[in-house]
């Protein structure tokens, strides 16, 4: 791969991020190690090849696991071999165009000087890539910040620091600064933010509260789903999901999901892998009839709570963290969004009915 200018990555902080969008990684650049390569410094070897780098911002690269040697993260001290493949990667795609400011509205929930909070609309895409370069919330922030002289909606050292799937709705953190994008992203990658996501899951899981351990990687018969490999496998990232239910509607049961890893789908393939995708989940399967009578009076009932929310069930309810200028600690929560409160109110209301009818 060609050589870059080193602002087109994000080297400060690669944040790990919530299950659904989890911390699926990006290649941004590749090389392979000649076959006379000398051992070398990972940090020496790729300074040397990423226009305008510097061995500090490589090594905290490194540190953040952004830096693979032949599939692994290694730290900055590793010694390149002669055919090593080093890639460096991102949580993100990179961008192939400027990001063009657009007036998108968004729901701030919290904003300072440093840090700012948003609730996503499902539908709403977070980052441009994959076709997907206009309507995206980092468009709408580019607006958002647009005079302000210290953003730049181009410079990765800023901006969001994790990410959630399309159609998944919830919270976000914002950096405004490169500092505070360092400080949240050491905390995504440490494992001590606080995030928990409500589901609408088929049936109900049992024991009703308990916790799924097993890696999540791409699918090798689907490039488009994630699947499910043994703990230790060669597949796959290690994963761990912890539920809880709340409700059980019968067919259906509202279930609180809190990571302890963020993967890619995490959450969506960890409840199929259970037996329990999410509801209205096409990719995962959830939008058949998995559970229920076999009646053309229930298949329109779920029908028309497909039509009240058609996408996952999905929703990041809680986002906790410290705050990267003050230290204090802060604890944000939304609301469940229209769509997911009225089709659990409408299996809410036919459970009562069945309960009454017993």
Wanted: hydrophobic content about 35%; glycine content about 6%; aromatic content about 8%.
């Amino acid at each position: 791969m060609e050589d870059a200018d080193i602002d087109e990555l994000d080297l400060s902080a690669s944040a790990t991020t919530d299950g659904d969008d989890g911390r699926e990684l990006f290649e941004h650049f590749r090389f392979v190690a000649d076959k006379g390569q000398q051992l070398l410094r990972v940090d020496k070897f790729l300074v040397t090849r990423i226009e305008k780098s510097s061995r500090n911002r490589i090594q905290q690269a490194a540190d953040a696991g952004c830096i693979l040697v032949n599939g692994r993260a290694v730290k900055s001290n590793y010694r390149v071999k002669p055919l090593d493949v080093v890639a460096v990667v991102m949580d993100r795609p990179r961008y192939e165009l400027d990001i063009i400011p657009e007036d998108i509205s968004i729901n701030i929930v919290y904003e300072d000087d440093t840090v700012l909070v948003v609730d996503k609309p499902a539908g709403m895409v977070v980052h441009p890539g994959h076709g997907n370069y206009s309507g995206t919330l980092v468009n709408a922030l580019a607006w958002h910040f647009k005079d302000n002289p210290d953003y730049d909606a181009d410079d990765p050292r800023m901006g969001l620091v994790h990410r959630i799937d399309k159609d998944t709705s919830g919270l976000l953190v914002v950096a405004k600064t490169p500092d505070a994008k360092t400080a949240l992203g050491r905390q995504f990658f440490e494992k001590t933010t606080k995030r928990e996501y409500m589901a609408v899951v088929w049936g109900c899981p049992s024991p009703r509260q308990g916790t799924i351990v097993g890696n999540i990687g791409r699918s090798l018969s689907d490039r488009l789903r994630m699947d499910v490999f043994p703990e230790g496998s060669e597949y796959g990232r290690h994963a761990v999901t912890h539920y809880e239910v709340l409700e059980d509607l019968g067919p259906v049961s509202v279930v609180k999901c809190v990571l302890e890893t963020g993967r890619t789908h995490q959450i969506r393939a960890h409840m199929r892998h259970i037996g329990h995708p999410l509801f209205s989940d096409a990719r995962y399967g959830g939008d058949q009839i998995l559970r229920g009578e076999r009646t053309a009076a229930y298949r329109k009932f779920v029908d028309n709570c497909v039509a009240l929310c058609p996408r996952q069930a999905l929703h990041a309810r809680t986002l906790g963290f410290v705050h990267p200028s003050t230290r204090e600690e802060m604890f944000f929560t939304s609301e469940l969004p229209d769509d997911m409160r009225q089709m659990i109110e409408k299996w809410r209301q036919r459970a009562a009915q069945v309960n009454k009818n017993l």
